[in-house]
């Protein structure tokens, strides 16, 4: 069984997507991008205050379903200029995670009017919910 994450907490889908999805002990996510979930708007002119908005909305999906980034497992990370803002990008994003840090990708893509774009798989056993 599949269960659909929401939350106003975070931009709105803007296609046929869900902002995520909890299969068993785990929570897939859609790609994140620096939109503000009030206004709709992009967030940031360089990738380091495009990341830190990407983060807050994906922490907002975790949150959804009781998790935070302590339980993210795995990163993927669109970057629409990788050579240009990969330093940047990973200093911002290093801030929300301790050791050992999630495994990640780090791609360049052609994203549409945004820096990056991250996704997420967070894992939470039965036990640790509490």
Do not use: C, W
């Not at 931009?11 to 869900?18: D, E, L, R, T, V």
């Not at 995520?20 to 991008?33: C, E, K, L, P, Q």
């Amino acid at each position: 069984m599949k269960k659909e994450l929401k939350t106003t907490d975070s931009a709105a889908p803007g296609g046929a997507y869900s902002q995520g999805i909890v299969v068993g002990d785990f929570v897939y996510t859609s790609g994140a991008v620096p939109r503000d979930a009030e206004t709709g708007a992009i967030v940031g002119d360089d990738v380091a205050e495009q990341t830190h908005q990407v983060m807050r909305n994906l922490k907002a999906v975790l949150a959804a379903h009781g998790l935070d980034f302590d339980d993210v497992v795995k990163a993927t990370v669109h970057l629409q200029h990788l050579k240009r803002d990969f330093a940047a990008f990973n200093e911002a994003y290093k801030s929300y995670f301790g050791r050992p840090y999630p495994v990640r990708t780090t791609v360049g893509s052609d994203l549409m009017n945004v820096l990056v774009e991250i996704d997420f798989v967070a894992y939470k056993s039965p036990s640790d919910r509490g």
